[in-house]
């Protein structure tokens, strides 16, 4: 009954989810319109499946022409490798702030859970444009009670040096970008990251730790100012078939902004589409990422580590912060293609590697791969949004499933 009553809530999330145009995972400077995919009446997405099975043409109908705002909130079960099964609610508020010419749809995209290891995760994403789209603030904020477990530094760490650690998280970023020319923008942003009632128990219990060994307090802050540079030529943010997206950003933490030491980042963020000549849809996927400390220390829990990007999707194979170190480099590859020629089912085989430095060396010694493949459900055809379920699997005994909507990247 239990696993019958995941299936049947998670039937009713999709096709409630379906009803609605929006993004329930945006990129970062999601300037670019979605284009409409409504190119052939063959294609399928769950609200024509359910219209079909209960055979009632107007099911789920979609206002086509509404200004909005749009609104959906529905719970489901989630899971992943580090938080279990999770009690998840989704709020996602979308609507036009330029109703006469609609090109770019501005939302508040909100998520709360509560999982199996006693974990609180909320957060709220934001884009907002203004000044006839040419303006777009972009928001991030969370709040996390999280206990969980760190490996230590660097990429030689196993699962026998798992220790176990708990902490309340506080993020607040709020970048406003500028669309200079086609496909480019520009923007400055301000990044708050606050931990605190940080526990380590090996190091509380007498047990030496590269936490302690590092850096180990109570609490942490990370504040300061970022520049940020954005070219995207993606035919659809939501599942991108073609072009190019490359985001750069230099983060500068300020002591004069409350920040514990002055250090800075630069996160680089690059991915290429290429659409395969092939009579069904497939396509290849490429993603490099890195994040490098160029000056400074950053507080332990602020290191890059796996899954640390912004939307928490590197390293899938490997749990949320399974490597750390004051420098990662990241590369994935994945291919897409359709299963059903409707659209309705895809799938997706991926590979990864990553490198966290070594301390304190800083050294990149070791990488370390991930592979896996996934199901993709068509849940809107006019977005070509889907939802992904993940299978992945690293070294040392490490794997599992991972669920998003929307393409990991």
């Known amino acids: 009954m239990f696993y019958a009553g995941l299936r049947l809530t998670g039937i009713m999330f999709i096709c409630l989810w379906a009803v609605h145009p929006s993004s329930a995972q945006p990129s970062f400077g999601k300037t670019r319109p979605v284009k409409d995919s409504i190119v052939d009446d063959n294609r399928m997405d769950v609200t024509d499946l359910a219209r079909l099975v209960f055979k009632k043409p107007n099911l789920f109908k979609r206002k086509e022409n509404s200004p909005g705002p749009f609104i959906v909130a529905i719970p489901y079960p989630g899971y992943s490798i580090t938080t279990g099964f999770a009690a998840v609610l989704p709020i996602n508020i979308s609507f036009y702030t330029n109703r ?18 006693k974990q609180i995760v909320a957060f709220t994403l934001s884009n907002l444009f203004f000044g006839h789209d040419k303006w777009e603030l972009v928001g991030d904020w969370r709040f996390y009670r999280f206990p969980t477990y760190t490996f230590g530094l660097g990429s030689a760490t196993t699962l026998a040096d798992e220790d176990r650690i708990n902490y309340s998280y506080l993020r607040v970023y709020e970048t406003l970008m500028r669309r200079v020319a086609e496909n480019i923008d520009i923007g400055i942003g301000y990044h708050l990251d606050y931990h605190w009632n940080v526990s380590d ?5 007498g047990i030496p730790t590269d936490f302690q060994t590092y850096g ?28 190019l997206y490359f985001n750069f950003q ?13 250090w800075n980042e630069l996160v680089i963020d690059l991915r290429k589409y290429v659409r395969l ?17 160029t000056n400074g220390k950053p507080p332990y829990l602020d290191l890059p580590n796996t ?69 993709r459900i068509k849940l809107n055809k006019r977005t070509n949004t889907n939802s992904a379920i993940d299978y992945g699997f690293g070294t040392g005994g490490s794997r599992g499933l991972a669920f998003n909507l929307n393409e990991v990247f």
């Open 100 to 117: 006469d010419e609609r090109k770019q749809l501005s939302f508040f995209n909100s998520n709360f859970q509560y999982t199996q290891y």
């Open 307 to 375: 899954g640390g990007d912004m939307f928490n999707n590197t390293g899938r194979g490997y749990a949320l912060g399974r490597f750390r170190g004051l420098n990662m480099v990241y590369f994935e590859a994945e291919f897409r293609y359709s299963i059903i020629r409707n659209g309705l089912l895809g799938g997706v085989v991926f590979a990864n590697l990553e490198s966290l430095s070594q301390w304190p060396s800083n050294n990149f010694v070791y990488f370390k791969p991930g592979a896996g493949l996934g199901l």
């Open 277 to 293: 000549p092939t009579t069904w849809t497939t396509s290849l996927a490429f993603w490099t990422y890195a994040a490098i400390t």
């Open 201 to 205: 128990f090996n190091a509380e219990n």
């Open 216 to 243: 180990y307090g109570r609490n942490s802050m990370s504040s300061g100012l970022s520049v940020n540079f954005l070219y995207d030529s993606r035919n659809n943010a939501n599942n991108p078939k073609t072009g």
């Open 250 to 262: 230099f983060n500068a933490n300020l002591k004069p902004f409350g920040s514990n030491s002055n």
